[in-house]
């Protein structure tokens, strides 16, 4: 079997799973990223969300070969880092965190989103959490709190 | 356990590919849906798998440049996003890419994989059809360039030889004044169409000197008819919509939708027709 390098959270790993196991199975079983949830397992809820070289993708849907030399971040990696906290924080003030099955997705996709354009318009939010449902919120709430992280983390993005 | 190949290069993968036949694998997107299985168990594919998606030969978007503009050349391993963000993306297409999906898919898929899945519903595919694109194959004997319209045969079939993959997306310049791109669906992200329109023209002194339109999702193939569009090519913009009656009898020849989980056949004749004519009567400007 051949073993598959790439980065984890600015490590670099390797595994020996089989290259056409789903990388979100790689990621909570041998690397115990249990922040990577699966909701629909076909692509559709961004429940998954990680990012793969700096853009969002959703692990229930690339296999584990595909991976070979790209640096990821999960929502583990995101949680430590200031930009993290003013995530984390801006969601909570705005109330956006009901039962939380969507929130490590929603926050990899902030990240994603605040990357690019650290200061996104409503359109812009909705656009970029476009692929992340929340069964919950009514999203209303979520773009509020990305508004809020926005402000807090700004300068850091 | 099935195999899988990453191969060094192209040429490596061509030679994978004539030995095995295997599964050719870009973003996986449609792919591993396909064969999607219990969660913490390989997906349910019993044939070799050969990942293309990091082919360096498959991953650049040539500027083609020719008397009448800039044409491109798509590497068969680009991303929705990287089209994105490329400054000669014709705007019908990229129209077509920001309704496809969501970011995280825009990501990872491949115009050449909503091409090689063939599906009639395959939004990036229809813009294709409107912009004349033609594909680029490679095999064992070297490579060839076909339409669009001509590679895709039915419903999840295409001419691609097993010995075979397609390598670029060739699109000539986008000489085009007017993009008309309009996605039926149940909602914006993540949502497969009803049917959907392509439709672009350039209007120069009140007169259609081109025209192109596609529909998705209303027969076993995406619709597209040089013949209609040689009637209406060349005729005043008045003239056109004197002739919108008979363009529309003819397109319903060639509608023929079916009924599914997403929709109705009738809902979608009578759809499409409404949209040709919106087109046709009010866009041309
Ligand atoms: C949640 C979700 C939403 C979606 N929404 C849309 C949508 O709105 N509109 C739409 O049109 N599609 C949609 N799709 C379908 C899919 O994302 C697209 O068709 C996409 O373009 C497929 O590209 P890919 O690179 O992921 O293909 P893959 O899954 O890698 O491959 C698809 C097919 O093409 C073949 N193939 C790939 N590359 C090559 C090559 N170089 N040579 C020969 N054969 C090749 C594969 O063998 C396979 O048969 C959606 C899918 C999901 C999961
Ligand atoms: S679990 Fe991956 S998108 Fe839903
Ligand atoms: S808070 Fe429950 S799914 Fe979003």
């Given at each position: 079997m051949?073993?598959?390098r790439?980065?984890l959270?600015?490590?670099?790993?390797?595994?020996n799973?089989?290259?056409?196991?789903?990388?979100?199975?790689?990621l909570?079983?041998e690397?115990?990223?249990?922040?990577?949830?699966?909701?629909?397992?076909?692509?559709?809820c961004?429940?998954?969300?990680i990012?793969?070289?700096?853009?969002?993708v959703?692990?229930c849907i690339l296999?584990?070969?595909?991976?070979e030399?790209?640096?990821?971040?999960?929502?583990?990696?995101?949680?430590?880092?200031d930009r993290?906290r003013?995530?984390?924080e801006g969601?909570a003030?705005?109330?956006?965190?009901?039962?939380?099955?969507c929130?490590?997705?929603?926050?990899?996709?902030?990240?994603a989103?605040?990357?690019?354009n650290?200061?996104?318009?409503e359109?812009?939010?909705?656009?970029?959490i476009s692929?992340?449902?929340?069964?919950?919120t009514?999203?209303?709430?979520?773009?509020d709190?990305?508004k809020?992280?926005?402000t807090?983390g700004?300068?850091?993005? | 356990?099935v195999?899988?190949?990453?191969?060094?290069?192209?040429s490596?993968?061509?030679?994978?590919?004539?030995?095995?036949a295997?599964v050719p694998?870009?973003?996986?997107?449609d792919?591993?849906?396909?064969?999607?299985?219990w969660?913490?168990?390989?997906?349910?594919?019993?044939?070799?798998?050969l990942?293309?998606?990091?082919?360096a030969?498959l991953?650049?978007?040539?500027?083609?440049g020719n008397?009448s503009?800039?044409g491109?050349i798509?590497?068969?391993?680009?991303?929705?996003?990287?089209?994105?963000?490329?400054?000669t993306?014709p705007?019908l297409?990229r129209?077509s890419?920001?309704?496809?999906?969501?970011?995280?898919?825009r990501n990872?898929?491949t115009?050449a994989?909503?091409?090689?899945?063939a599906?009639?519903?395959?939004?990036?595919?229809?813009?294709?059809?409107?912009?004349?694109?033609?594909?680029?194959?490679?095999?064992?004997?070297?490579?060839?360039?076909?339409p669009?319209?001509e590679?895709i045969?039915?419903?999840?079939?295409?001419?691609?030889?097993?010995?075979?993959?397609?390598t670029?997306v060739h699109l000539?310049?986008?000489?085009s004044t007017?993009?008309?791109?309009?996605?039926v669906?149940?909602?914006h992200?993540n949502?497969?169409?009803?049917?959907?329109?392509c439709?672009?023209?350039?209007v120069?002194?009140?007169?259609?000197t081109?025209?192109g339109?596609?529909v998705?999702?209303?027969?076993?193939?995406?619709?597209?008819?040089p013949?209609?569009?040689q009637q209406?090519?060349?005729?005043g913009?008045e003239?056109?919509?004197s002739?919108i009656?008979?363009?529309?009898?003819?397109?319903?020849?060639?509608?023929?939708?079916?009924?599914?989980q997403?929709?109705?056949?009738?809902?979608r004749?009578?759809?499409?027709?409404?949209l040709?004519?919106q087109?046709?009567?009010?866009?041309?400007?």
């Amino acid at each position: 079997m051949r073993e598959t390098r790439f980065t984890l959270n600015g490590k670099p790993v390797s595994t020996n799973a089989h290259p056409m196991t789903r990388l979100i199975d790689v990621l909570r079983d041998e690397f115990r990223m249990t922040g990577v949830k699966e909701g629909c397992g076909e692509g559709e809820c961004g429940a998954c969300s990680i990012l793969k070289d700096g853009r969002i993708v959703n692990a229930c849907i690339l296999a584990i070969g595909m991976i070979e030399g790209c640096v990821l971040e999960t929502p583990e990696g995101i949680a430590g880092t200031d930009r993290g906290r003013a995530i984390n924080e801006g969601y909570a003030e705005a109330g956006a965190v009901q039962c939380g099955f969507c929130m490590t997705g929603m926050a990899v996709a902030t990240e994603a989103l605040l990357r690019q354009n650290p200061v996104p318009d409503e359109d812009e939010i909705r656009a970029a959490i476009s692929g992340n449902l929340c069964r919950c919120t009514g999203y209303a709430m979520i773009v509020d709190g990305i508004k809020r992280a926005a402000t807090k983390g700004s300068g850091l993005w | 356990m099935v195999d899988f190949h990453r191969p060094r290069d192209l040429s490596e993968a061509l030679q994978i590919r004539a030995a095995t036949a295997a599964v050719p694998l870009a973003g996986g997107t449609d792919l591993l849906v396909r064969y999607r299985n219990w969660a913490g168990t390989l997906p349910r594919i019993d044939r070799p798998v050969l990942y293309v998606g990091h082919l360096a030969e498959l991953r650049s978007v040539d500027v083609a440049g020719n008397g009448s503009g800039p044409g491109m050349i798509i590497g068969a391993a680009v991303t929705y996003s990287e089209l994105l963000e490329h400054p000669t993306t014709p705007q019908l297409l990229r129209d077509s890419i920001i309704e496809l999906a969501a970011p995280g898919l825009r990501n990872v898929a491949t115009l050449a994989g909503n091409i090689c899945n063939a599906s009639p519903a395959a939004d990036a595919a229809c813009a294709l059809y409107a912009l004349n694109a033609e594909v680029e194959l490679a095999g064992p004997g070297g490579r060839r360039r076909i339409p669009i319209a001509e590679f895709i045969t039915g419903p999840g079939t295409t001419v691609l030889k097993a010995d075979e993959l397609l390598t670029a997306v060739h699109l000539p310049p986008d000489r085009s004044t007017v993009q008309y791109y309009r996605k039926v669906g149940t909602r914006h992200a993540n949502a497969l169409s009803k049917l959907s329109l392509c439709a672009c023209a350039r209007v120069a002194d009140r007169r259609v000197t081109q025209i192109g339109i596609a529909v998705g999702a209303v027969a076993p193939t995406i619709v597209k008819a040089p013949r209609i569009e040689q009637q209406l090519q060349g005729a005043g913009i008045e003239q056109v919509v004197s002739q919108i009656p008979d363009a529309l009898r003819q397109y319903g020849q060639l509608i023929r939708p079916i009924d599914d989980q997403r929709s109705t056949a009738d809902y979608r004749r009578h759809v499409a027709l409404a949209l040709i004519e919106q087109f046709l009567a009010r866009e041309l400007r």
